[in-house]
């Protein structure tokens, strides 16, 4: 998602399709019921939340990863370059659309969550200010940590890839630092490394190619795992953290490595064409999303279903006429967008 590319297999882009509507349903519902809908924990709607909870940002992670191996940078030379392409494409959007949302959070009645004014000192270091802006800065570090690794020349060899990809599956298992110290969302950098490494490899090494019994024993190890985490939140097994670790990592790496394998049964022209705008909608769907329940709820809409399709439909619709509408200004293209910018506000593609 956050990587700036037009890849041919439009294949990509519908797997952003798919990834950006899942993490949209995922926020319209909300992680507890204090957010989003504010639906009970033991409704259906929760279930539907944390089904898919380890699948979400790891397969945007993946797609990241996948498509930053179209164009790896060879040397530290080109290493600059990167970062700062990076802090444009990630940092800008967390500042200004950080800002955005501190201040319709503190100032619009009706929002699940208001900060304290002084809290903005903190905003931008510690993730849990910010909701889903957290993945930015995961990004960016991940982002600086791979290119390194091709600079220093660790990933141009599969083994070197290898090597370093089991490293950060072990990292993702055994480190975990308390919020406290959760400094510029490292949790978050040490949950997606992995995945983003994975995707790299899918992509340089073609390591799912031409193994069709591996993808077929990779779906099964899914429905595996994937049936004992479910089975597991449902009679609330009281796991040590790092064997509840093991089980998400499980999860996580066979749904994503099996959703990207089955892209090409997906690949859709309207998904595709959502996916193009993943980026915005990313950034801006809690706009939309909560903007739209505040106001259904003071109509007097209720319902959990309406309630539903109405933040899915804004969620996702408002940033794509926003993108469509606004993307053509620099002030936009680059101020909200991270773009990098034109020599004209004249119109051109928003797709990201």
Request: include cysteine; proline fraction near 4%; glycine fraction near 10%.
């Amino acid at each position: 998602m956050a990587e700036h590319a037009r890849p041919k297999d439009r294949s990509i882009q519908t797997l952003r399709g798919v990834a950006v509507l899942l993490m949209v349903a995922g926020h319209v519902i909300g992680s507890s019921g204090g957010r989003g809908m504010n639906v009970a924990d033991d409704s259906i709607w929760r279930w539907f939340y944390v089904a898919l909870e380890d699948i979400r940002m790891p397969l945007f992670t993946v797609i990241s990863g996948h498509v930053y191996a179209m164009r790896p940078i060879r040397s530290f030379a080109d290493y600059p370059s990167l970062a700062r392409g990076k802090a444009r494409r990630l940092l800008i959007p967390l500042v200004t659309v950080g800002l955005l949302l501190f201040v319709l959070q503190i100032s619009v009645p009706g929002t699940n969550s208001r900060p304290e004014l002084n809290e903005l000192a903190w905003f931008f270091v510690f993730p849990f200010h910010y909701g889903h802006l957290w993945f930015l800065q995961s990004m960016f570090l991940i982002f600086l940590t791979v290119a390194a690794l091709d600079a220093c020349g660790v990933t141009r060899t599969r083994a070197g890839w290898a090597i370093a990809t089991v490293s950060a599956l072990v990292v993702f298992v055994a480190v975990r630092v308390p919020s406290s110290a959760d400094v510029f969302s490292v949790n978050g950098y040490f949950r997606l490394l992995p995945f983003f490494l994975i995707g790299y490899g899918l992509h340089r090494y073609g390591v799912e190619k031409g193994r069709r019994v591996a993808v077929g024993v990779t779906l099964l190890a899914f429905l595996a795992v994937y049936s004992a985490r479910t089975i597991g939140t449902v009679n609330e097994w009281n796991l040590a953290p790092r064997v509840d670790r093991v089980l998400e990592l499980a999860v996580g790496v066979t749904g994503v490595v099996s959703i990207y394998s089955a892209r090409r049964l997906v690949d859709w022209a309207p998904l595709a064409w959502v996916g193009g705008f993943s980026f915005g909608i990313y950034l801006l769907h809690v706009f939309g999303s909560a903007a739209s329940r505040i106001f259904a709820r003071a109509m007097g809409i209720d319902a959990d279903v309406a309630l539903f399709v109405i933040g899915m439909v804004a969620g996702v619709g408002l940033p794509i006429m926003f993108q469509l509408i606004f993307g053509r200004w620099n002030l936009v293209w680059v101020g909200i967008l991270g773009e990098k910018r034109r020599r004209s506000d004249r119109a051109a593609s928003v797709h990201v």
